[in-house]
């Protein structure tokens, strides 16, 4: 489903990712862990083009959204062409970036109706089995500003889904999140997983590393330090540093 290959970001003279490659299979659910200015959110951003990589390529089920070429000179995929790749992947973020004057139920047909073109009566079903789905059906008419963090991450979700991706993609979907609400929006994650959504998440929740993730890829300064089954990672990780960030983390 993705293939990213060396992929470099600079921010003027700073590297925040140093020839970063992952691959991920259809259905796979990926976690990335790692320190604060690792290169996480970088590399989500790459993926869907919210950024521009500067050497590498990466291609989205079988399209190349950017290749470097033999003179090392990076070339992405035409405007249009660009669009539909990243059309494909989903992307929720730990801020919910809802529109604050839109209904959630509004929120969640926008993007389907605007970008795609999908008519009202098409969309409102699939938005409101959506919204169903993550357990708020209930608040369809409500504006966000009426909702708790946890069920504006949770609509943030069905509104991701509307678009119909083939993957999706969490940043730290649950750090802006009071304890007590992260439960609820990683069981809407979860069913995900249990659908086989293919999915890379970044975040600093281990249990849901440890349980959902297939994969679990430790990044720091830029570059993958190591990768395995949770399993390997979290009960005897071959790098020292990962030992020493996940001693810092676990509870
Ligand atoms: N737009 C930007 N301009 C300059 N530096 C940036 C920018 N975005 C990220 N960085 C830097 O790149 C590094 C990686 O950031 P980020 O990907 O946000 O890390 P993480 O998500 O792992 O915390 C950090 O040192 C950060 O300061
Ligand atoms: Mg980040």
């Given at each position: 489903?993705?293939?990213a290959?060396n992929i470099h970001k600079r921010f003027?003279?700073f590297e925040a990712l140093k020839g970063i490659s992952l691959?991920?299979?259809?259905?796979?659910?990926?976690?990335i862990i790692g320190p604060s200015g690792s290169g996480k959110s970088t590399f989500l951003r790459c993926l869907?083009?919210l950024e521009m990589i500067d050497e590498g390529?990466?291609?989205?089920?079988?399209?190349?959204?950017?290749?470097?070429?033999?003179?090392?000179?990076?070339?992405?995929?035409?405007?249009?062409?660009?669009?539909?790749?990243?059309?494909?992947?989903?992307?929720?973020?730990?801020?919910?970036?809802?529109?604050?004057?839109?209904?959630?139920?509004?929120?969640?047909?926008?993007?389907?109706?605007?970008?795609?073109?999908?008519?009202?009566?098409?969309?409102?079903?699939?938005?409101?089995?959506?919204?169903?789905?993550?357990?708020?059906?209930?608040?369809?008419?409500?504006?966000?500003?009426?909702?708790?963090?946890?069920?504006?991450?949770?609509?943030?979700?069905?509104?991701?889904?509307?678009?119909?991706?083939?993957?999706?993609l969490?940043d730290e979907?649950?750090?802006?999140?009071?304890?007590?609400?992260?439960?609820?929006?990683?069981?809407?994650?979860?069913?995900?997983?249990?659908?086989?959504?293919?999915?890379i998440?970044v975040?600093?929740?281990?249990?849901?590393?440890?349980?959902?993730?297939?994969?679990?890829i430790f990044m720091d300064k830029g570059e993958i330090l190591e990768e395995?089954?949770?399993?390997?990672?979290?009960?005897?990780?071959?790098?020292?540093r990962?030992?020493?960030f996940?001693?810092?983390?676990?509870?």
């Open positions: 489903m993705i293939q290959t003027k003279q691959e991920v299979a259809k259905g796979e659910v990926v976690a869907n083009r390529s990466i291609v989205i089920e079988g399209e190349e959204l950017v290749t470097t070429n033999a003179e090392g000179k990076i070339q992405y995929a035409n405007e249009p062409e660009a669009r539909l790749i990243c059309r494909k992947m989903g992307m929720v973020f730990q801020q919910f970036n809802l529109f604050p004057h839109l209904t959630v139920l509004q929120n969640v047909v926008e993007a389907p109706m605007t970008v795609k073109g999908v008519k009202y009566p098409e969309i409102l079903p699939v938005a409101q089995e959506l919204l169903r789905k993550v357990g708020l059906e209930d608040k369809m008419n409500n504006y966000p500003s009426r909702l708790s963090g946890g069920q504006k991450q949770r609509v943030a979700i069905a509104r991701a889904l509307a678009m119909k991706p083939d993957i999706m969490f979907p649950t750090s802006a999140l009071d304890p007590e609400l992260t439960g609820e929006v990683l069981k809407a994650m979860r069913q995900l997983a249990e659908e086989h959504m293919t999915m998440v975040t600093h929740e281990m249990g849901f590393a440890r349980e959902v993730a297939n994969r679990v395995g089954t949770p399993e390997e990672i979290f009960e005897k990780p071959s790098q020292q990962t030992q020493s996940l001693n810092v983390v676990a509870k």
